[in-house]
């Protein structure tokens, strides 16, 4: 049978992938990266005219820095270093409420959670636990994986660091806070596509059902399977 498991088929997932959609996801992937650069690139300048910075900005992954900044002062070098990291990574933006929630939703809600209920930034849940926040680390004799972070926790955190070091550096006023939160958190609103959905053929006023509906996979299943 053309998939993994049986586990993949249940959840709705798409198995049964059409030329198309494969080319949809490379053509989305591409964008996506092109995006990226963009935003990378727009960050950068605005730091350098913003905070003078003449040295090439970095975007570490220090999580000594960003706990730093809630506190104490940053250099500039530094405080540009910790913004960059930010707009490089954003977190995940997917509504967290509903009725039904996935794994993958149910880990970013619990750890919003937990963020909460200890009055912590997420980059002290990755510090107090031990893990990496892009990749799996090994915790004793297990390998964990970070949880999925939604954009909300990062972008709080940033807001406390930005704050924090206006009583530092003059060139960090609530305006360029503002210009600086919606240039690397704005993202451009989807386009319903309910209208390409076509007609049933065979029972009329009804849409057909998505390509991921268990119900076209068992279809698609026997179709294969004959």
Not at 12 to 39: C, M, W, Y
Not at 86 to 112: N, P, Q, T, W
Request: with cysteine; net charge positive; aromatic share 12%.
């Amino acid at each position: 049978f053309p998939f993994d498991s049986e586990t993949k088929f249940n959840s709705g997932s798409d198995t049964f992938k059409t030329p198309n959609a494969e080319r949809r996801e490379i053509r989305q992937s591409r964008h996506t990266k092109v995006a990226k650069k963009r935003l990378l690139k727009n960050v950068v300048k605005f730091l350098q005219s913003t905070l003078n910075i003449k040295s090439k900005i970095k975007g570490l992954w220090a999580n000594f820095l960003k706990i730093k900044g809630k506190n104490e002062a940053l250099s500039k070098d530094e405080l540009s270093s910790v913004i960059y990291n930010y707009a490089k990574y954003r977190g995940f933006d997917f509504e967290i409420e509903g009725e039904e929630k996935s794994e993958y939703k149910k880990e970013a809600d619990d750890l919003i959670s937990w963020c909460k209920t200890n009055n912590k930034t997420v980059v002290e849940f990755f510090v107090e636990h031990g893990l990496n926040f892009n990749r799996k680390t090994k915790v004793g004799d297990e390998e964990k994986f970070p949880p999925p972070v939604h954009e909300s926790l990062y972008k709080d955190e940033l807001l406390a660091i930005l704050n924090k070091q206006k009583e530092f550096h003059p060139e960090i006023t609530d305006e360029t806070i503002d210009a600086l939160l919606k240039m690397i958190y704005f993202r451009k609103p989807l386009k319903s596509q309910k209208h390409l959905v076509l007609d049933c053929e065979f029972e009329r006023g009804k849409k057909v059902v998505n390509s991921s509906n268990p119900y076209f996979q068992q279809l698609r299943l026997l179709q294969t399977a004959r």
